[in-house]
């Protein structure tokens, strides 16, 4: 260590901030104009998904309520007809509720659910006034229909959506 | 008569609080852009209405004063750190003068014979506001701050003291328009660049800047001297350090900068305020913003120095130092008219180099005395 060592390392410190206010360019993203593009494994706000049929995937079967740590989801279910349609099989999620004040955002509830219909999507941008905002119901949860006239419930013919889980093809999966 | 004063007075205060404004946003943009960010750019064009969404913010938050503390002087002490800070400036001259009708008006509010007994006697008097924030907060880590702003102004203002008078030698007089005018032919800073680099580092303690902000330590004191303080109290500290920030840069110019005067070697062109005067507020203007942005700089870079070695630097390097460079410079000045030879004035910048020389070579000896163990 020679004598000016100290001056130079603090001469080197104001060259590399000097450096960086020059020429490098900045990292901020200019958020509600510019933003940033999500991880793929990213868990933001939940999504219920359809079949390519327009069909709901949740049953109601309350496994991700029952998964759920934070005791955050409420599902009430009811039957399913052939006259009113939601999703295959017997019944169908008749209320959904999450209260997003509560949801630590785990992803428990994407595990446990046995038909792949809550998935954690990629919307971070919730905001809320209120306590009853916070509670997010399924019309708000719910997927869009791929085309318009997918649309549930809806009338179908009986004997064809009996199954309540889809026939997986390959049980590893 | 009076009246050219008062607006004087009115127009220096009003240029300081809004520089203090802009100056914050100055610094919050450089320092973003250091640190690789973009820094306030939503309020206004390029975030220029930023001071004025602050100022509306901190105005009408509510202030809180904690029970148990002493409330006059808890109410005096914002007040007490703010107006010293204001009237610092009164001093300073900002540019030659100019004509008004018939009327000469001078561009300095006085212009005090002893102007720089003024300064340093009102600089340390804003410490009193400190101190008395630390003490009547009535807690520990606000009075642990005053405690150490008030050791640190006492041990870094003798260094200020003696870099007062290497400009009082140099220009043989201390009224600061002299001083100024002494500065035609060459900066100061060029005679005793080192003096101008002791006052620089010694101002950064005086105004409690980075490195050497141990009064309000964040990590230590949680935020000093003003931990207890909130809303427009706030303020009027976050304003006095602002302020002081300007004042002391505008003195550093004064003193060593050739103040709101040109390059040397631009004496006798067009831009010469001799020429035109209104180039002496706008040449004062750079300058301070020049230095403000090394202050801003330096605190972005340099991390905070050890509330010991603070003290050491202070007393063992810098007030030694300041003492061989008042000595040398009045030798050096001395010896040229004693013997009416001009080289002797070219001995002032170089013996000033070669100490500190010998000051950081003191230094590197202590830092190294420190690492082994041996103290």
């Not at chain 1, 971070?124 to 399924?138: H, N, P, V």
């Not at chain 2, 303080?229 to 003195?251: D, N, P, R, T, W």
Request: hydrophobic letters at 50%; one cysteine or more.
């Amino acid at each position: 260590m020679g004598v000016f060592d100290p001056v130079i390392e603090l001469t080197r410190g104001l060259g590399e901030t000097l450096r960086s206010f020059l020429f490098e360019r900045t990292v901020t993203y200019q958020y509600p104009e510019v933003k940033r593009e999500v991880r793929p494994r990213f868990r933001g706000r939940h999504v219920l998904k359809r079949y390519e049929n327009g069909l709901e995937k949740c049953i109601g079967c309350s496994l991700c309520a029952a998964a759920c740590p934070a005791d955050a989801i409420f599902v009430e279910a009811s039957e399913n007809t052939d006259e009113k349609r939601f999703s295959p099989g017997e019944r169908y999620a008749s209320t959904y509720e999450i209260n997003m004040l509560r949801c630590i955002y785990c992803g428990f509830c994407e595990d446990a659910c046995p038909t792949e219909a809550i998935v954690l999507g990629d919307n971070y941008e919730l905001s809320f006034t209120d306590r009853r905002q916070a509670i997010y119901t399924k019309d708000s949860l719910l997927e869009p229909v791929p085309a318009s006239e997918m649309l549930t419930p809806r009338k179908v013919d009986s004997g064809v959506f009996t199954r309540s889980v889809p026939e997986m093809k390959d049980p590893t999966d | 008569m009076w009246l050219e004063w008062v607006i004087k007075g009115f127009v220096l205060c009003f240029v300081l609080l809004t520089g203090f404004a802009y100056l914050t946003l100055y610094e919050r943009r450089a320092l973003a852009r250091m640190q690789v960010r973009v820094g306030p750019n939503r309020a206004g064009y390029q975030g220029l209405l930023q001071p004025i969404a602050d100022a509306v913010k901190l105005i009408f938050k509510e202030e809180l004063t904690p029970a148990r503390v002493y409330k006059v002087v808890f109410i005096l002490a914002p007040v007490l750190t703010v107006v010293p800070s204001l009237i610092l400036a009164a001093v300073i001259p900002l540019g030659t003068s100019f004509m008004l009708g018939d009327r000469e008006i001078t561009l300095y509010v006085a212009n005090l014979n002893v102007g720089i007994l003024y300064i340093a006697s009102i600089a340390s008097i804003a410490v009193y506001g400190i101190v008395l924030a630390g003490w009547s907060s009535n807690n520990k880590y606000a009075m642990l701050g005053g405690i150490r702003s008030s050791a640190q102004m006492i041990s870094y203002e003798l260094s200020l003291g003696l870099c007062f008078a290497i400009a009082i030698i140099m220009s043989n007089s201390m009224n600061l328009n002299e001083i100024v005018f002494a500065q035609r032919d060459m900066w100061f800073a060029v005679m005793q660049p080192v003096g101008a680099l002791v006052f620089m580092i010694v101002t950064l303690a005086e105004v409690n800047r980075a490195p050497f902000d141990m009064p309000e330590a964040e990590q230590e004191l949680t935020a000093g001297y003003h931990a207890e303080y909130s809303g427009m109290k706030f303020a009027l500290f976050f304003m006095a350090e602002y302020q002081k920030m300007i004042v002391i840069c505008m003195i550093a110019a004064t003193l060593f900068f050739g103040g709101y005067r040109e390059f040397w070697f631009l004496k006798d062109t067009f831009l010469s305020v001799d020429q035109n005067w209104f180039l002496g507020p706008i040449y004062l203007l750079l300058k301070v913003i020049v230095l403000l942005f090394f202050m801003i700089w330096i605190r972005a870079t340099w991390p905070r120095i050890r509330y010991d070695r603070l003290m050491a630097f202070g007393w063992k390097i810098l007030l030694p130092l300041s003492l061989v460079l008042v000595f040398v410079t009045a030798t050096g000045i001395l010896l040229a008219q004693e013997l009416n030879n001009q080289l002797y004035y070219y001995s002032i910048p170089v013996l000033s180099i070669i100490s500190a020389i010998v000051a950081v070579a003191f230094i590197y000896r202590d830092l190294r005395r420190k690492s082994n163990g041996r103290i």
